[in-house]
């Protein structure tokens, strides 16, 4: 046994990224130890320098594959483009938060160094080559992200929100755990590797004690990207919950989330295909069917773009079902389209809102288009891309997802996909034109796009365009996303 | 010697225990404190796989489990108290402003 | 023949006190039985050669994070009139009992069609197995990245707990 343990560089490296971002948060922490004025002013901006920061390691190690310290983590093509979508999703979060955290009173350093917590442990997810890892990490950005929920601690819907996620997200990582337990027993090991040595050599493949394991740990991590049969959670949290959080937890656990799955059952799990590709068709078809369906039925746009991304897990849930590198791909051009076409629908969200989260009706988006044209513009393109009308990120997306089913031969699965996407234009139209149609309420003052929230809604519509537009770069960058077999 | 699959036998009877708590009960205290027994279930579950490998390893998961267990407990627990200093009841049903 | 004993009667004892968790009224009286359900599994874990994770067992589970929860029942100070006396709906109790009873069942179907045929480590146990040095060694070394993960989890849980409940900032 190696007695004596040194980090090596090379260690470093391969977790570069999220220890920069870890190491942003303590920052901000210490920061705290001066005057409350300079320390709320920095703190912004050392998270969005510590997020850039994180781009050098991954830079460095680009898509070369390496595994450090003793294989608990692994670093390839796959990790560092999950890393370089969750580092711009925190960017764009503290790109909306400033204007939204003081307007609600919530301005306080704390909630920067707790997105950059939540986002180190989802940047782990993504590294994580052992299943021991993939929990911590998992708790990592749990525990974050249920303060972070309750972060409005004076509000009750705030308080609900956080028990809510709180006790729900607990049972899925006790899930999540007891899987773990049952796949040691059966493979000897919780490495990836070793499972899928095992599994490949000795006959694990079919021990019934093998697959239960793998079966909880789907339902854990499942919870975590609300995918219909786990999903109930999610509309009361997000309605409740402060809406920067929840938009950036729509976004980075649901990343995160996927990052995990995928990894863990194309790697370890891989060479047992046949027996959860079944089970992930049903559970996609359901998520898209039951996602799309309510989110028809909602007044309030909180709850509405819950159920919506509810369903948007469901067509990211297509490309791992199909369980091919078309898919692998897929899965990340939709994350990475997916971030900027919803994130920026929040951005919105949080602009058109009052203090208080008052304003959260769809009807109290009659006639933004006077109020703030460019605010109403911005939100035209995001429900369409949301929708995955062409000719934004949302269509391609969607089309790349679906060509890697139909590789795969799922074609009862496009069908459904393609059916509820029709039914998803109804919704989002729906804003669409009261924004434009109708007439404002008389008292409804206009609203002025100001500082880092309208550069924000400005880069996210462009983003949005620009990847249906001209989506080939992003869509080589995708392909490099390759798991590591190990 | 105990055959270990007894060991698994126990620890799912405690597993299940924990999963019907949370499900039936509306306490959000007591069904936290069946989603420790569903982490100690894991933890049992662990420290038998362990002997039955002869590996270490799934010791050290335990200790894990615990650390992460204690740092739930404290949130969950914080989260409860908010609860109670702005109403009197954190009975689930009870928390009416949004729908279960 | 004394691991059979002790693995019968504590096993027996963990389970009634698991049930009694979750059936009493008392969040009080559920605590307690919480402790008694840890304490059965501290010595099963030391009939399992496991011993450092029994001491930790009992130090941490049932003394920190139980005194932990009692001090909030407390602290909350209507242990009595918790949960609505108004029946929770019944249709959602069968549910949750049939949910569980076939977890149960498959649980255990599977435990133990598959428990025969898990990989096993051979050989005896060694005589220093489960020993705080051994278990020490295998965390500083190649355990140490989870190691260094878990601080940072404290530290969020840390500043979590501040933010949630400290009064004024």
């Known amino acids: 046994m190696n007695h004596s343990f040194v980090p090596k560089a090379a260690d470093m490296l391969v977790v570069g990224p999220e220890t920069i971002v870890a190491a942003a948060a303590m920052l901000i922490l210490l920061a705290e130890l001066m005057p409350a004025r300079i320390s709320k002013a920095a703190a912004p901006w050392i998270a969005a320098l510590g997020l850039l920061a994180s781009f050098i390691p991954m830079t460095t190690t680009g898509i070369s594959v390496r595994t450090g310290f003793s294989g608990m983590v692994v670093t390839d093509g796959f990790a560092v483009l999950m890393k370089a979508v969750l580092a711009v999703t925190g960017l764009l979060t503290i790109g909306f938060s400033t204007h939204y955290i003081k307007r609600e009173d919530l301005d306080r350093a704390e909630y920067y160094a707790l997105v950059l917590f939540a986002i180190s442990g989802m940047m782990l997810m993504a590294s994580s080559a052992n299943l021991i890892m993939v929990f911590l990490s998992l708790e990592i950005l749990s525990i974050s992200l249920y303060v972070l929920s309750g972060f409005a601690r004076t509000q009750p819907r705030s308080q609900e929100a956080s028990l809510k996620y709180f006790l729900l997200g607990s049972f899925a990582s006790a899930f999540l755990l007891y899987g773990i337990a049952l796949v040691y027993g059966g493979a000897g090991t919780i490495s990836l590797a070793g499972i899928a040595n095992a599994i490949a050599s000795e006959g694990a493949a079919r021990n019934p004690v093998l697959l239960a394991g793998a079966g909880l740990i789907a339902v854990g991590l499942g919870f975590k990207v609300a995918a219909v049969p786990f999903q109930m959670w999610t509309p009361d949290v997000y309605e409740g919950a402060p809406s920067s959080v929840t938009a950036f937890m729509s976004v980075g656990a649901k990343a995160a989330g996927f990052a995990a799955l995928a990894r863990v059952f194309l790697t370890a799990f891989g060479d047992i295909k046949v027996d959860w590709m079944p089970a992930l068709w049903a559970v996609a078809a359901l998520t898209m069917i039951v996602g799309n369906v309510v989110a028809v039925a909602q007044t309030d746009i909180k709850r509405m773009l819950a159920y919506s991304s509810i369903a948007h897990a469901g067509y990211i849930l297509v490309g791992l079902a199909a369980a091919n590198q078309a898919g692998v791909s897929a899965l990340v051009f939709y994350l990475a389209a997916y971030l900027f076409m919803n994130l920026g629908a929040w951005a919105v969200v949080i602009l058109a809102g009052r203090r208080g989260e008052a304003g959260t009706e769809i009807d109290s988006y009659n006639g933004l288009f006077w109020r703030n044209p460019g605010a109403a513009a911005a939100m035209g393109v995001f429900m369409f891309a949301l929708a995955g009308l062409p000719p934004t990120g949302g269509f391609m997306a969607k089309f790349y997802v679906f060509s890697a089913a139909l590789q795969a031969n799922m074609v009862g699965l496009v069908v459904i996909g393609a059916l509820t996407s029709l039914v998803s234009v109804y919704y989002y139209a729906r804003v669409t034109v009261v924004m434009f149609m109708r007439d404002p309420e008389p008292d409804a003052a206009p609203i002025s796009t100001r500082g880092l929230l309208g550069v924000t809604l400005a880069v996210t519509a462009a983003a949005t365009i620009y990847l249906g537009v001209l989506p080939g770069q992003l869509f080589q960058l995708a392909g490099l996303a390759q798991i590591a077999r190990p | ?100 | 023949m004394g691991e059979l004993i002790a693995f019968v009667v504590l096993g027996a004892i963990a389970v009634a006190a698991g049930i009694a968790v979750v059936v009493v009224r008392n969040p009080v009286h559920s605590a307690l039985f919480l402790v008694v359900n840890f304490f059965c599994l501290a010595v099963l874990f030391l009939v399992l050669s496991a011993e450092f994770v029994a001491a930790l067992q009992v130090l941490v589970y049932a003394g920190a994070i139980m005194v932990l929860f009692l001090f909030v029942i407390m602290l909350l100070n209507v242990a009595g009139v918790f949960e609505s006396q108004r029946d929770p709906l019944r249709s959602q109790r069968g549910l949750a009992v049939c949910l569980g009873l076939g977890l149960l069942a498959e649980v255990l179907a599977i435990a133990v069609s598959g428990a025969a045929r898990l990989p096993s480590g051979g050989g005896t146990l060694p005589q220093d197995f489960g020993s705080p040095t051994l278990v020490g060694l295998l965390l500083y070394s190649q355990y140490v990245f989870p190691f260094e993960a878990v601080s940072v989890l404290l530290l969020i849980a840390m500043v979590g707990v501040v933010v949630l409940t400290k009064r004024s900032v």
């Open chain 2, 1 to 100: 010697m105990v055959p270990t699959a007894h060991y698994v036998i126990l620890s799912a009877l405690l597993f299940t225990t924990g999963v019907v708590g949370v499900l039936v009960r509306r306490n959000p205290i007591i069904m936290f404190m069946s989603i420790e027994l569903m982490l100690n279930s894991a933890n049992l579950a662990f420290v038998a796989f362990a002997r039955h490998l002869r590996s270490l390893d799934g010791q050290v998961f335990v200790f894990i489990v615990m650390a992460v267990a204690a740092a739930e407990v404290a949130v969950g627990l914080a989260i409860i108290v908010a609860i109670f200093r702005t109403r009197a009841t954190i009975d689930v049903d009870e928390l009416n402003v949004m729908k279960w």
